[in-house]
């Protein structure tokens, strides 16, 4: 199983950016799909997640309103979409798949992990 993330970069506060995942060895649509991000000297956090059909998702506050999530069953690839970024939002943004299928937050429920994309944001 192989989950790569790509699409990170340097950008401005108030810009957006759109992350990608795209996934190999697995039977993607039947996965929820995660994301997470990690900040130098910080834990790792819950970002958001979209349930193997796409029908239904779930942010973390920090997030809401701002990112978006979203899946194309068709391409095997979760995407992020990030409008309106801030400066703490800069992080290694990770993609997880979950078999369970189920719309949850907690890392560990979480079966394959990909490598991930920095995403940096400048004032």
């Known amino acids: 199983v192989q989950l790569q993330a790509y699409g990170g970069g340097l950008v401005q506060a108030g810009d957006s950016l759109r992350l990608s995942c795209a996934a190999s060895?697995?039977?993607?649509?039947?996965?929820?799909m995660g994301w997470f991000r990690q900040a130098p000297g910080k834990e790792r956090e819950f970002v958001a997640v979209?349930?193997?059909?796409?029908?239904?998702?779930r942010y973390a506050d920090s997030v809401k309103g701002r990112f978006t999530i979203s899946r194309d069953n068709a391409k095997n690839t979760v995407y992020l979409q990030m409008n309106s970024l801030k400066l703490e939002d800069t992080a290694e943004y990770y993609c997880?798949?979950?078999?369970?299928?189920?719309?949850?937050?907690?890392?560990?429920?979480?079966?394959?992990w990909g490598l991930g994309t920095q995403v940096t944001v400048s004032s």
């Open positions: 997880a798949a979950d078999r369970g299928g189920a719309t949850t937050n907690v890392g560990w429920h979480y079966d394959y």
């Open positions: 060895g697995l039977r993607f649509s039947l996965y929820a």
């Open positions: 979209i349930s193997w059909s796409g029908g239904s998702t």
